[in-house]
């Protein structure tokens, strides 16, 4: 029916990096709409935190877990898979930045991003797989949301290269998971976010208005922006859009 077509109700879902951010954000906007929700980070206590100040709309739940290795992945899921049944929506969206010049640019550096942006998303979905598998149905596949970036699409002017390349790298990943597991009724899609305030993007956050004045719509990314984005690709209402990332920047990346 079209009046549940955003609904969520009878979900579960996991976001990563949910404690702050675009991850709380989005889980939120899931909570809203009816979803069980577990969010992961790597601190517990801002993790537990955020989780029971999010339990006043809806069912949410802490997991302190390391998504950046293999193992902290098959960890996470294992935890998942003991406790719920089925997973209905995975949120990739737990990230890192680094800027450095070109000519000193670290290992550390290229390693921590493209681990945590590119490989965990990965990693944590293969981990996930039975569990997605076990939640998902022809009429009513599960979700996979890969939290990408516009600096994947277009070019900014800070010197981030592992994050660009990650970004981009996790964009072309999106589609190349959304072939495969479209045939476990898997729907695998993403969001390429602009200027959003985030401990991440602290110049959004910081100096919005400064920032706001290279946007065309006038202002920087707010929480429902965000929120919809990602229910409508978790919902029924996105359930024939595979392989995409939706760009939800404002104008940014068309006036680059």
């Not at 709309?57 to 290795?69: E, H, N, Q, R, Y």
């Not at 000193?104 to 990965?122: C, H, I, R, Y």
Request: proline share 4%; aromatic share 6%; charged share 25%.
């Amino acid at each position: 029916m079209l009046k549940d077509l955003f609904s969520l109700e009878g979900r579960v879902a996991l976001v990563t990096g949910g404690s702050r951010g675009i991850g709380r954000m989005i889980a939120t906007g899931l909570l809203h709409q009816g979803a069980k929700v577990y969010l992961t980070a790597r601190k517990a206590p801002a993790c537990e935190a955020a989780a029971a100040e999010l339990s006043a709309i809806g069912p949410c739940t802490a997991l302190a877990f390391d998504v950046s290795s293999v193992e902290g992945a098959r960890s996470l899921a294992a935890e998942i898979a003991r406790r719920e049944g089925a997973l209905h929506i995975l949120v990739n969206n737990a990230g890192a930045a680094w800027g450095e010049e070109f000519d000193t640019f670290s290992e550390a550096g290229w390693d921590k991003v493209v681990d945590l942006n590119m490989k965990a998303p990965f990693f944590l979905t293969q981990a996930l797989h039975e569990s997605l598998k076990r939640g998902a149905r022809p009429e009513r596949p599960a979700k996979v949301i890969n939290i990408a970036s516009i600096d994947g699409i277009s070019v900014n002017r800070w010197e981030t290269y592992s994050y660009s390349a990650s970004k981009a790298g996790l964009i072309h990943l999106t589609k190349r998971m959304a072939l495969r597991l479209a045939q476990d009724h898997i729907v695998v899609n993403g969001i390429a976010p602009g200027p959003f305030p985030s401990e991440m993007n602290k110049e959004a956050r910081d100096h919005g208005d400064e920032v706001a004045q290279r946007v065309p719509v006038g202002r920087v990314g707010e929480l429902e922006d965000m929120a919809g984005a990602a229910i409508y690709l978790a919902s029924r209402a996105g359930d024939y859009v595979v392989g995409e990332t939706i760009v939800v920047d404002g104008g940014v990346t068309i006036a680059r």
